[in-house]
């Protein structure tokens, strides 16, 4: 991996921006500091006068990535038009989409260790993701009976997690990508699996 010739500028950026390159070779956890600044063009110190540390960096490639996934769920969902369920689906596709053309940030937001409260602009930015899925799971979830009706937090939970898996097995180029079906059709028959179960859709 070539330097990026840093010489001038935004130097917590370029830092920002040759961690990605790292996060995407190495995964979030496989870098060190002096391998940021080698990799941005600055002397091993050069970091240190924007982050503690790495957990710092990644803090924030993490905090810009969900302001990036707050907005494409933000787009998707779309105030919940055409329907609810319809908005629903569209932010399950926006949530792939994200991890396919953002896979630095991805790593960063969720498999580096760094908690989402760790920085208030990383609790801000996460927060903000969160409200687009509890928005559009309790928009679907109010059709049901409330003696039947699971909590906002954790309906939005289960479909994270489902949609989480899927980037992890079948989204990345891992082993368990060999598959005949598409992440976006496994996703969809997966939430439809759950939807029917909580009696959101019909059977058919």
Request: glycine share 10%; aromatic share 8%.
């Given at each position: 991996?070539?330097?990026?010739?840093?010489?001038?500028?935004?130097?917590?950026?370029?830092?920002?921006?040759?961690?990605?390159?790292?996060?995407?070779?190495k995964?979030?956890?496989?870098?060190?500091?002096?391998?940021?600044?080698?990799?941005?063009?600055?002397?091993?110190?050069?970091?240190?006068?924007?982050?503690?540390?790495?957990?710092?960096?990644?803090?924030?490639?993490a905090?810009?990535?969900?302001?990036?996934?707050?907005?494409v769920?933000?787009?998707a969902?779309?105030?919940?038009?055409?329907?609810?369920?319809?908005?629903?689906?569209?932010?399950?596709?926006?949530y792939?989409?994200?991890?396919?053309?953002?896979p630095?940030?991805y790593?960063?937001?969720?498999?580096?260790?760094?908690?989402p409260?760790?920085?208030?602009?990383?609790?801000?930015?996460?927060?903000?993701?969160?409200?687009?899925?509890?928005?559009?799971?309790?928009?679907?979830?109010?059709?049901?009976?409330a003696?039947r009706?699971?909590?906002?937090?954790?309906?939005?939970?289960?479909?994270?997690?489902?949609?989480?898996?899927?980037?992890?097995?079948?989204?990345r180029?891992?082993?368990?990508?060999?598959?005949?079906?598409?992440?976006?059709?496994?996703?969809?028959a997966?939430?439809?699996?759950?939807?029917?179960?909580?009696g959101?859709?019909?059977?058919?």
């Amino acid at each position: 991996m070539s330097k990026r010739g840093y010489h001038h500028g935004n130097l917590r950026q370029a830092l920002v921006d040759a961690a990605l390159d790292l996060i995407a070779d190495k995964g979030p956890t496989g870098f060190t500091m002096a391998e940021a600044a080698k990799t941005a063009g600055v002397s091993a110190a050069a970091p240190y006068r924007h982050f503690a540390g790495r957990d710092d960096l990644i803090a924030e490639i993490a905090a810009q990535g969900y302001d990036i996934f707050g907005d494409v769920l933000e787009f998707a969902y779309d105030e919940g038009k055409p329907s609810p369920l319809a908005a629903f689906e569209a932010v399950g596709r926006a949530y792939l989409a994200f991890a396919r053309k953002y896979p630095g940030h991805y790593m960063a937001m969720f498999e580096s260790g760094v908690a989402p409260g760790q920085t208030p602009e990383l609790a801000r930015a996460s927060e903000r993701a969160n409200r687009v899925l509890a928005r559009a799971s309790e928009a679907l979830s109010a059709r049901i009976p409330a003696d039947r009706r699971p909590p906002v937090a954790m309906f939005s939970a289960h479909i994270s997690a489902l949609s989480h898996g899927i980037v992890e097995l079948y989204a990345r180029g891992k082993p368990g990508a060999r598959t005949p079906f598409t992440p976006e059709e496994l996703l969809e028959a997966g939430v439809g699996i759950y939807l029917r179960g909580l009696g959101l859709i019909s059977p058919d």
